[in-house]
Antibody, heavy 119, light 111 residues
């Protein structure tokens, strides 16, 4: 069974940093592109970042570019999101999600981890 | 960035009746490879999103055949042939033709 499980969400103050982790199981992790998608409380979905299996194709939403860094460790079946200079508007549930191979979509989502940025 | 606009924002439905959601993109979603990467996702209350349709009209594994997708260029539709109680939730269209991937604002389907 395909599973992705996020962790690392927390309450932080504006300007602080945080690293989210996602552990995958049930599939060959290195064969799949991965994404982070977020959802502010009571709001819609916002795509955040993409990383391909070989870590040589990285994409970011404009709202996080220059502040967030996506990375992966295929040996550990893990995806990461390092977030710096956090803002109140970064408050959201962050979902780790698997790419639908060769079809440009997302087929599996984690339950999400909550990041709250507040003073 | 490509802007995705869904209508309606909210859709009261009656079990057993059809329902339809529209999604319009600010530019064509036809990729240079000839495919159109428009997906539909369902998010039930308290749950992560779930993929229903990808590449405009392809039903994802395990999705009931009462869900269907159609469209071309900039105009797309998700149809539910006969709504069931379990279909309550928020539906999103998503374009993946061009980074950044973008979502519609969501359509709340309620009975």
């Amino acid at each position: 069974e395909v599973q992705v499980v996020e962790s690392g969400g927390n309450l932080v103050q504006p300007g602080e940093s945080l690293r989210l982790s996602c552990v995958a199981s049930g599939f060959i992790f290195s064969d799949y592109n991965m994404h982070w998608v977020r959802q502010a409380p009571g709001k819609g979905l916002e795509w955040v970042s993409h990383l391909n299996g070989g870590s040589n194709d990285i994409q970011y939403a404009g709202s996080v570019a220059g502040r967030f860094t996506i990375s992966r460790d295929n040996a550990k079946n893990s995806l990461y999101l390092h977030m710096t200079s956090l803002r109140v508007e970064d408050t959201a549930v962050y979902f780790c999600a698997r790419d639908l191979r060769d079809n440009y979509s997302i087929d599996h989502w984690g339950q999400g981890t909550l990041v709250t940025v507040s003073s | 960035d490509i802007v995705m606009t869904q209508t309606p924002i909210s859709s009261p439905v009656t079990p057993g009746q059809p329902a339809s959601i529209s999604c319009r993109s600010s530019e064509s979603l036809v990729h240079s490879d000839g495919n159109t990467y428009l997906s539909w996702l369902q998010q039930r209350p308290g749950q992560p999103p779930r993929l229903l349709i990808y590449k405009t009209s392809k039903r994802f594994s395990g999705v009931p055949d009462r869900f269907s997708g159609s469209g071309v260029g900039t105009d797309f539709t998700l149809e539910i042939s006969r709504v069931e109680a379990e279909d309550v939730g928020v539906y999103y269209c998503m374009q993946a033709t061009q980074f950044p991937w973008t979502f519609g604002q969501g359509t709340k389907v309620e009975i």
